[in-house]
């Protein structure tokens, strides 16, 4: 803890203090919080002197796009909100669909717990999304009021096209609009990290466009005299870890242990990066589990039930009886290696490489952002797992800091719990 709270800088303004001032809340997927090291981010630097920046935030467990996201729009653990996985997949008719065509599928997002979009709307304000993960999809019959889905085959990595949607977002939505809320997400440096690896210079200068374009962010929110009432909240979903290049003996791939025979498989989730998934046939749960376990040194095989509790993956109907994730640098395979990323997240939470980039306020665990959204928006939460004592020692009252208007900027103060 000493070396995260040496690395954290501030206190110094980020947050107004009021109620009902706008939030925006961006995210860089795959920005592991380290990635500002070899890379000069002068606009980042300055976003943490005017605010705080944390050494980094500890994503949910599975530390992947769809479940992270979601996480940081309900404030709940994956195995609470439901999102499991990238794919959505039905067990009996053996369909999957992909990250993109899974945005759509309204059952699978409408799972119990309600974005904040949909908590803010009904308490009276007003709210848009962006490209975020979980906008396509209609919650208890309502969706985000204003949005934008990106379309199918999109290049997440063009400049020019974030411009656009960053005047649109703060121009036309925040100015003209008057929305409240905003979530903003932009799909890199996340493409660049798979296929670069995490230490390559192209994700050097992905990490430098997007530091130009918090810069862009911040001019545009000045343009418009939005300043002093905006609060800015930049994260993303998870780190990101290189894959090692390893021997083809050294590669798990489970049709090459002894024992294990996909004739034994119901359904399988694999060829998905570090995590994967097995509904064995009836009967078959104990050989397959026993030929996996200890099958590979660096495969971890659980039964769902029997994951380690920190992990919050095991209590969901949707999560499958067995549970296989990997250890930094592996992929797991079914029967041939169908994988060729050079960087790959997924894996464990606590691996520092799946730490997440958290400007603003910190160190805390991702469930807590939505509390302190809420806090900021001056909206009631919903049932959620984040820990929102943390939020009133971040935060010193209005009177605390003299301010006399309603738009002043509170200190954001950094706790050790
Ligand atoms: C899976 O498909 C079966 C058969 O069509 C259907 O009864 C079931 O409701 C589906 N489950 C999900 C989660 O879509
Ligand atoms: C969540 O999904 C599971 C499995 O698909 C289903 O059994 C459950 O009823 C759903 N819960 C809600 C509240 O939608
Ligand atoms: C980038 O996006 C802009 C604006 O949408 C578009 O005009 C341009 O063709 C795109 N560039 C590339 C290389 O695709
Ligand atoms: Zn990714």
Redesign the pocket.
């Known amino acids: 803890l000493a070396n995260i709270l040496d690395s954290v800088s501030g206190p110094g303004p980020v947050f107004t203090g009021s109620p009902r001032n706008k939030l925006l809340l961006i995210s860089f ?2 920005f592991r919080w380290d990635y500002d090291r070899d890379v000069s981010t002068p606009h980042l630097d300055k976003m943490a002197q005017d605010g705080v920046k944390a050494a980094y935030i500890t994503p949910p467990f599975i530390t ?2 769809s479940p992270s996201h979601f996480t940081l729009l309900t404030g709940r653990h994956v195995e609470n909100h439901g999102v499991i996985h990238n794919i959505w997949f039905n067990t009996t008719t053996q369909e999957k669909k992909q990250y993109y065509m899974a945005q759509f599928v309204d059952s699978y997002w409408d799972n119990g717990s309600l974005p904040i979009w949909i908590t803010a709307q009904r308490q009276g304000l007003k709210t848009g999304s962006l490209h975020f993960p979980g906008t396509a999809a209609t919650y208890q019959g309502e969706t985000v009021a204003v949005r934008q889905v990106e379309p199918r085959f999109y290049d997440h990595s063009n400049e020019t096209d974030w411009r656009l949607n960053i005047d649109k977002v703060i121009g036309g939505w925040f100015n003209q609009q008057d929305l409240d809320f905003v979530s903003l997400y932009f799909g890199e440096p ?2 660049v ?2 296929k670069y690896g995490p230490d390559s210079p192209e994700r050097r200068d992905m990490v430098k466009q997007v530091d130009r374009t918090v810069g862009y962010i911040r001019d545009k929110i000045q343009e418009h005299g939005l300043t002093d009432q905006l609060n800015i909240i930049i994260t993303t979903d ?1 780190g ?1 870890n290189s894959i090692l290049q390893t021997g083809m003996s050294e590669k798990i791939i489970l049709s090459n242990i002894p024992g294990f025979s996909f004739s034994d498989i119901k359904f399988q989730l694999l060829d998905y990066g570090p995590v994967g998934m097995l509904l064995p046939k009836e009967g078959k749960l104990e050989k397959v589990y026993q030929a996996l376990k200890g099958g590979h040194p660096h495969l971890n095989v659980y039964k769902k039930e029997e994951m380690p509790a920190r992990l919050h993956y095991s209590n969901h109907p949707r999560l499958l009886p067995l549970i296989l994730f990997a250890d930094p640098g592996y992929a797991i395979s079914g029967s041939r290696q169908l994988q060729f990323n050079k960087g ?2 997924g894996f464990d939470n606590e691996l520092m490489d799946m730490k997440a980039i958290f400007r603003a306020v910190g160190p805390f665990d991702m469930v807590s952002v939505y509390p302190l959204m809420c806090h900021l928006l001056g909206i009631n939460p919903e049932v959620n797992d984040g820990d929102s004592s943390i939020i009133k020692h971040m935060l010193v009252s209005q009177e605390d800091t003299g301010g006399e208007h309603d738009a002043v900027l509170v200190t954001v103060i950094i706790t050790t719990s």
């Open positions: 997927d795959g992947i796009t996340d493409t990290g798979h998870h990101m790959d997240h």
